[in-house]
């Protein structure tokens, strides 16, 4: 793909690993708001051949934020973020997000939008951010070959490799499975590439593995069931960091032929970094398309 593909918009810099990994990603913003994209490839992909939620959360996680950074040179930390899928994307044409900033304040600063694939609407949400000063974000910014020096931490023993069939997943990094203080857990190591400019773990990665914990649990619990998110909800309680592994135990409140209701969280090291909830369709997985 040539650097620039998309004339008149631009990439962040310095560069967001975790953003250049998935897209990279494009915008072009004003004073009141933001229009992004993101060119689709084979590694975007779901087992369904559709565009990944974890994808799609990502990129309208990267708009709003740019949404909410686009008055006085700020940066924007995601509190928290609610979203809705209403249709599938697909490989071939590029996604747009289309976000505008609804109110911007000395703490917080809210933004809402959707992201669109060939005039077909995938996603709705709306945000509420933290404004950083940016010189102040850079100067606090852990360069990203100090990162790469960080050992991961491994999967503790008797942890198995959670196997998947998406494109998506296995691209951003694989997950494990086991149990802990007789609970089952999915856990996912910490690598270079899953951090923001700053060098913390990026938010978007965050609700992927968050995505990709209650699904697998929701696998399990229905003998494999095909989960496909409808709605997702994420509070943001801290950073996290490379090093330690992630970790998510998920609890599934109710539960029918068609629908799993999901709440959970995601922690590090002791800390609660994020917390979530979902409503999950259940779909045969034999009448799903499979990857191409």
């Known amino acids: 793909m040539p650097d620039h593909p998309f004339p008149g918009y631009h990439v962040y810099d310095p560069a967001d690993p975790f953003e250049d990994h998935v897209g990279p990603m494009y915008y072009k913003r004003d004073s009141k708001g933001a229009h992004?994209?993101?060119?689709?490839?084979?590694?975007?992909?779901?087992?369904?051949?559709?565009?990944?939620?974890?994808?799609?959360?990502?990129?309208?996680?990267?708009?709003?934020?740019?949404?909410?950074?686009?008055?006085?040179?700020?940066?924007?930390?995601?509190?928290?973020?609610?979203?809705?899928?209403?249709?599938?994307?697909?490989?071939?044409?590029?996604?747009?997000?289309?976000?505008?900033?609804?109110?911007?304040?000395?703490?917080?600063?809210?933004?809402?939008?959707?992201?669109?694939?060939?005039?077909?609407v995938l996603l709705t949400a709306s945000a509420v951010f933290r404004p950083l000063?940016?010189?102040?974000?850079?100067?606090?910014?852990?360069?990203?070959?100090?990162?790469?020096?960080?050992?991961?931490?491994?999967?503790?023993?008797?942890?198995?490799?959670?196997?998947?069939r998406s494109p998506f997943l296995k691209h951003v990094g694989d997950s494990y499975i086991g149990e802990r203080d007789a609970k089952r857990i999915v856990v996912q190591q910490t690598l270079?590439?899953?951090?923001?400019?700053?060098?913390?773990?990026?938010?978007?990665?965050?609700?992927?593995?968050?995505?990709?914990?209650?699904?697998?649990?929701?696998?399990?619990?229905?003998?494999?069931?095909?989960p496909i998110t409808t709605s997702f909800s994420a509070q943001f309680l801290a950073a996290g960091k490379l090093g330690p592994l992630l970790s998510s135990a998920v609890e599934l409140p109710r539960i029918t032929r068609t629908t799993a209701f999901v709440r959970g969280t995601v922690e590090q090291?002791?800390?609660?970094?994020?917390?979530?909830?979902?409503?999950?369709?259940?779909?045969?997985?034999?009448?799903?398309k499979e990857p191409t």
């Open 36 to 120: 992004c994209l993101l060119a689709t490839r084979p590694e975007h992909l779901n087992s369904g051949s559709m565009v990944h939620g974890g994808l799609l959360m990502s990129f309208i996680d990267y708009a709003l934020a740019t949404a909410a950074g686009a008055l006085d040179n700020k940066f924007a930390l995601t509190v928290s973020l609610n979203c809705a899928f209403l249709n599938a994307g697909r490989l071939g044409p590029p996604l747009e997000a289309r976000t505008r900033l609804v109110r911007s304040g000395k703490t917080l600063s809210f933004a809402r939008g959707e992201v669109v694939q060939e005039g077909n």
């Open 133 to 164: 000063d940016r010189a102040r974000a850079l100067s606090q910014r852990v360069e990203p070959q100090s990162s790469s020096t960080i050992a991961p931490e491994q999967p503790p023993a008797g942890f198995t490799l959670v196997e998947r």
């Open 192 to 226: 270079p590439h899953m951090v923001n400019t700053g060098g913390l773990l990026h938010g978007g990665m965050l609700m992927n593995f968050a995505d990709n914990a209650f699904c697998t649990e929701i696998g399990i619990v229905t003998g494999g069931l095909a």
């Open 269 to 288: 090291a002791g800390a609660t970094l994020l917390t979530y909830d979902a409503v999950v369709t259940l779909r045969d997985r034999a009448k799903l």
